[in-house]
């Protein structure tokens, strides 16, 4: 079991400019969210796939903010023209959820170690 | 949307003490974790646990779910139990889950030796 793992572990950019974070989930797990997390507060949720589909995203994620998981696998978090605000820690997850007749029923989520990015 | 309260905020303890953290939530869930994030800002499941009681060594949880709050106890306590406890809860919308983990403000715990 080789866990969640995101990389880069860190990351300080100007004001500005562009990053992209990468996330691989377990390697049968069909779902995988994102959160961001600052200082002193609990992680917050940004968006989530279900395979390759982004089913949901949060108000906190401005349009300076995409996602994708192209062939529902790996996924990567792209910041654009990115802001001081921005600096916190990103958090990848992954979980298998169970589609029914009755709807989904999602089982734990597993963390990988995040990216903290630093905006200067 | 579903609030999530964790109490207290933060709790020192002298090693070798017994703890209960709380988490109270405000509406209906279908699942609730327990999580401990070290000092790196891993965070680390400790249990699974919509409804009951589960044990994992030191630690056991109790959720009661139709009076909406969960317990975390931590016996004997040991330095390495330090850091940030959080309980998250999974929002429902409808009669799907969405699987998004709304989490509470966490309880700090600190073990001195």
């Known amino acids: 079991d080789t866990g969640v793992s995101q990389d880069p572990r860190h990351k300080i950019t100007k004001r500005g400019q562009n990053v992209t974070f990468r996330c691989d989930p377990i390697s049968e797990h069909n779902r995988l969210y994102w959160y961001r997390q600052t200082l002193g507060q609990g992680p917050e949720f940004l968006t989530y796939?279900?395979?390759?589909?982004?089913?949901?995203k949060s108000r906190l994620l401005s349009d300076r903010f995409s996602a994708e998981r192209p062939k529902g696998s790996f996924s990567t978090l792209e910041i654009q023209r990115t802001e001081q605000g921005d600096s916190a820690m990103y958090l990848c997850?992954?979980?298998?959820?169970?589609?029914?007749?009755?709807?989904?029923?999602?089982?734990?989520?597993?963390f990988g170690p995040g990216t903290r990015l630093t905006v200067l | 949307g579903i609030q999530v309260e964790q109490s207290p905020p933060d709790l020192i303890l002298q090693e070798g003490a017994n703890s209960t953290l709380r988490c109270n939530f405000s509406?209906?869930?279908?699942?609730l974790q327990w999580f401990h994030q070290n000092p790196w800002g891993q965070l680390i499941n400790l249990f699974y646990i919509p409804s009951g009681t589960k044990q994992n060594g030191r630690l056991s949880a109790t959720t009661v779910a139709t009076e909406r709050y969960s317990l975390l106890y931590i016996s004997s306590s040991q330095t390495t139990d330090s850091g940030v406890y959080f309980c998250a809860v999974e929002q429902r919308e409808g009669s799907s889950n969405t699987g998004k983990l709304i989490f509470g403000q966490g309880t700090t715990l600190q073990v001195k030796p």
């Open positions: 796939f279900q395979n390759e589909a982004q089913l949901e």
């Open positions: 997850a992954s979980s298998l959820a169970a589609i029914g007749t009755s709807g989904s029923r999602t089982d734990t989520q597993y």
């Open positions: 509406d209906s869930v279908n699942n």
